[in-house]
């Protein structure tokens, strides 16, 4: 089984909401991601859990907080977001993460569809 | 940080046609997998390929990892295989490990 899953699959807020994402994975895969991707643009990376800890944040402002409460889930909560951060989150796992020699092909879940307003 | 381009951009096929997609990058890379979204906007893996050829039914891919390219062949185009393809390079391993995506080719297939 290769499923990683989200919810919600839509979901609308306004600027002075306060949601959730959630991610699951139930392969026994170490690494999980976070991806936000704009429209007709390429996924770019926001987040890496290894081993539930926080490995990298790309410079993702403080309204964007992940949290991995076990290896295999993965939350992000978001808070006074602005319209511009409208997107598709996507989360993947793969098995290891920064490991030499490993092959480490990520599997990413169908998304979420967020539209603040 | 790393370059990733792939060609042509779109791409409108008949049902039938083959196509080759090329994604080139511009330093040595450890990791190296092509992704389908479909337009619902899942990713969907079709190869992890760093280096060599692979084939899975209608597709095949070959990477040239000293030429810093990397191609993907669709056979006998279905209306299904429209969508947007990434290739997707990691730079090296260890701490500084992350998945870079191209900037996709867009290809629709038609009836």
């Known amino acids: 089984d290769t499923e990683v899953t989200q919810t919600p699959k839509h979901l609308v807020m306004g600027m002075t909401n306060k949601k959730s994402l959630k991610c699951e994975q139930h392969?026994?895969?170490?690494?999980m991601y976070w991806y936000k991707q704009k429209a007709k643009k390429p996924p770019e990376l926001m987040f890496v859990?290894?081993?539930?800890?926080?490995?990298i944040n790309e410079s993702v402002p403080s309204r964007f907080s992940p949290e991995c409460p076990n290896s295999s889930l993965l939350n992000l909560h978001l808070h006074a977001l602005q319209p511009e951060d409208s997107a598709l989150y996507l989360c993947a796992s793969s098995q290891e993460w920064g490991l030499a020699g490993v092959q480490e092909t990520q599997y990413f879940g169908p998304g979420t569809r967020l539209l603040v307003l | 940080g790393i370059q990733v381009e792939q060609s042509p951009p779109d791409l409108i096929l008949q049902e039938g046609a083959n196509s080759t997609l090329r994604c080139n990058f511009s330093?040595?890379?450890?990791?190296l997998q092509w992704f389908h979204q479909n337009p619902w906007g899942q990713l969907i893996n079709l190869f992890y390929?760093?280096?060599g050829t692979k084939q899975n039914g209608r597709l095949s891919a070959t990477t040239v990892a000293t030429e810093r390219y990397s191609l993907l062949y669709i056979s006998s185009s279905q209306t299904t295989d429209s969508g947007v393809y990434f290739c997707?390079?990691?730079?090296?391993?260890?701490?500084?490990?992350?998945?870079?995506f191209g900037t996709g080719t867009r290809l629709q297939v038609t009836l």
């Open positions: 330093d040595s890379v450890n990791n």
């Open positions: 392969m026994g895969h170490r690494a």
């Open positions: 997707a390079v990691e730079l090296s391993a260890g701490t500084a490990s992350k998945l870079t």
């Open positions: 859990y290894s081993y539930e800890k926080l490995s």
């Open positions: 390929i760093p280096s």
